[in-house]
C-alpha cells in the first residue's frame, strides 16, 4: 500500500497535526515505511503459534471493592482557605 499527497494531508488533518506543504512528501515517506513494515508482518505465517500474552492466558487482578473515604479528612480540610465543620465553604456564585 502507497499513500499519495492528499491521504497524507487527511491523514494529518484527522490526527491535528499541523504539516507545511514542504513537511508533506517527508510525512508520506516515513508513513509508507511504516506501511511497508506492517506488510512485512501480515506476510509472517503464526498458525500454530499460540500467544504468548492474551486475554485468553492472563486473569486480571482485582481489589475487593469496598468504599472508604481514606481516612485524611482532617488533611484535606487544612487545605482549604475557608471550612465550616467537615465541609468546605465557597463563595456564593448563584443569587
Same mark, same amino acid.
Given at each position: 500500500?502507497?499513500?499519495? %499527497? &492528499? ?10 497535526? #499541523?504539516? $507545511?506543504?514542504?513537511? *508533506? ?15 512485512? %508482518? &501480515? ?10 500474552? #492474551?486475554? $485468553?492466558?492472563?486473569? *486480571? ?15 484535606? %480540610? &487544612? ?17
Amino acid at each position: 500500500m502507497s499513500l499519495d %499527497l &492528499a491521504t497524507t494531508r487527511r491523514i494529518a488533518k484527522l490526527a491535528r497535526i #499541523g504539516l $507545511e506543504e514542504n513537511e *508533506l512528501e517527508a510525512t508520506r515517506q516515513k508513513l509508507n515505511g511504516i506501511l511497508g513494515w506492517i506488510d512485512q %508482518l &501480515a506476510e509472517v505465517d503464526v498458525t500454530g503459534v499460540p500467544p504468548m500474552v #492474551g486475554t $485468553e492466558t492472563e486473569t *486480571l487482578r482485582q481489589r475487593e471493592d469496598k468504599v472508604t473515604d481514606g481516612n485524611c479528612r482532617d488533611a484535606l %480540610l &487544612a487545605c482549604a482557605p475557608e471550612t465550616s465543620g467537615p465541609f468546605y465553604t465557597v463563595p456564593k456564585v448563584v443569587e
